[in-house]
């Protein structure tokens, strides 16, 4: 099935990221950024995208600018086709990688039914994914796109958990379906947005935090649906403008330009 191809990608674009050893070597001019804290069990988007060196462009989709080329090619051993091209990004705050590469439709998700994609999603996502959001339109030149957003939880050395979102687009073009997947962080010091927005509507609504943390977390399509690491309030993409580079809001600004620029 169609999200169970998706997944496997996912999973495989995720090993290959935990994989990962740092490197410090940035990537473009904001090789300042790094983070030089090694993690043992899991190295994350930052440390993969510090290991390449940045090469010239070139892509069937236009992509922000802050996106680089990675120069060294992808392994071939975790399931991704030889023909994706992976780009990366860092910031103090966020850190992202991305690979594209066109599909055929029977791998595409549908233009036409986000709700298809909800009820597979729903169906099929593990104990720590979440869906935070999907959504499909056209682009500003006329092109069919499809969206979603996951969150994965992960575990680092000392117990505290760590979230990455997944972003995949496809985008219909003249003669190709283009697939984009990609994996955001945060860097620097984490959990900023969540903290703010817990204790800013705990005091906006005179609730205690015990009282809001009861309601803080609900998927976005289903108020029924209890399964897994459910998005919070946090991530509504109403507050992406007051932590403009968290990594979720990195995540819907690359989405953004995409329909906008092609």
């Known amino acids: 099935m169609k999200v169970i191809k998706r997944a496997v990608l996912t999973g495989a674009v995720l090993k290959l990221i935990q994989s990962r050893r740092r490197i410090k070597q940035g990537i473009g001019s904001n090789a300042s950024c790094a983070d030089s ?11 993969y995208v510090d290991g390449f060196a940045s090469a010239g462009r070139k892509e069937a989709l236009t992509l922000p600018p802050e996106y680089e080329r990675l120069k060294q090619s992808l392994p071939t051993d975790l399931g991704i086709p030889k023909e994706a091209v992976p780009y990366g990004m860092r910031t103090p705050d966020a850190s992202g990688l991305l690979i594209m590469y066109p599909v055929s439709e029977t791998i595409s998700m549908p233009f036409d039914n986000d709700q298809w994609i909800i009820d597979q999603m729903h169906e099929h996502m593990g104990e720590n994914e979440g869906l935070i959001e999907v ?3 056209i682009t500003a ?12 939880r992960f575990e680092v050395e000392d117990g505290i958990p760590m979230v990455e979102y997944t972003i995949n687009i496809n985008v219909k073009l003249d003669k190709t379906i283009q697939f984009i997947n990609g994996s955001f962080k945060e860097e620097g010091t984490t ?3 969540d903290s703010t927005a817990l204790h800013f509507f705990s005091s906006a ?3 205690s935090l015990e009282e809001v943390l009861e ?9 029924e649906y209890k ?3 459910l998005m919070n309030m946090s991530e509504q993409e109403k507050l992406d403008e007051l932590f403009p580079t968290h990594a979720l809001s990195e995540a819907r600004k690359l989405l953004k330009y995409i329909v906008e620029n092609n």
Request: glycine fraction near 14%; avoid cysteine; charged fraction near 30%.
């Open 215 to 223: 309601i803080w977390w609900e998927d976005p399509y289903d108020s």
């Open 227 to 229: 399964k897994g690491f």
């Open 37 to 47: 804290v090694e993690r043992a069990n899991h190295d994350g988007v930052g440390r």
């Open 191 to 193: 959990g900023v947005r």
């Open 141 to 152: 030149k006329g092109h069919p796109y499809v969206h979603e957003i996951i969150k994965h």
């Open 205 to 207: 609504n005179d609730m």
């Open 135 to 137: 959504k499909s339109g």
